[in-house]
């Protein structure tokens, strides 16, 4: 089984940016379709993002598309999530998952693999 560690995460200011970075080990990144969720206090965990693992399409929640953009480096084994034009909102622990040969999904239960989350705080 993928695991994964999530970092990047950090206290930034409304309209700032931040790159987060969901690193893999033990099994190669390219044949998982890879997600991000996020879970604000006292809120269920919601998908963010997704790039599958057949072509890399990606997708994203209507609440960030145009803001987020999510992407994959194989040589690295690391999938990314640049955010933008980050708004108060958007504060939450962000976690990445990930699933062998999966197609995106939006459901906790489409990836088998989490990483254990980073907080991101978005407060002027």
């Known amino acids: 089984q993928v695991q994964l560690v999530e970092s990047g995460g950090g206290l930034v200011q409304p309209g700032g940016s931040l790159r987060l970075s969901c690193a893999a080990s033990?099994?190669?990144?390219?044949?998982?379709?890879v997600g991000w969720f996020r879970q604000a206090p006292g809120k269920e965990r919601e998908g963010v993002s997704c790039?599958?693992?057949?072509?890399?399409?990606?997708f994203y929640a209507d609440s960030v598309g145009g803001r987020f953009t999510i992407s994959r480096d194989n040589a690295k084994n690391t999938v990314y999530l640049q955010m933008n034009s980050l708004k108060p909102e958007d504060t939450a622990v962000y976690y990445c998952?990930?699933?062998?040969?999966?197609?995106?999904?939006?459901?906790?239960?489409?990836?088998?693999?989490w990483g254990q989350g980073t907080q991101v705080t978005v407060s002027s």
């Open positions: 998952a990930a699933e062998v040969f999966g197609p995106c999904g939006w459901d906790l239960s489409d990836f088998g693999s």
């Open positions: 033990g099994k190669t990144l390219d044949y998982y379709a």
């Open positions: 790039i599958s693992s057949s072509d890399s399409s990606t």
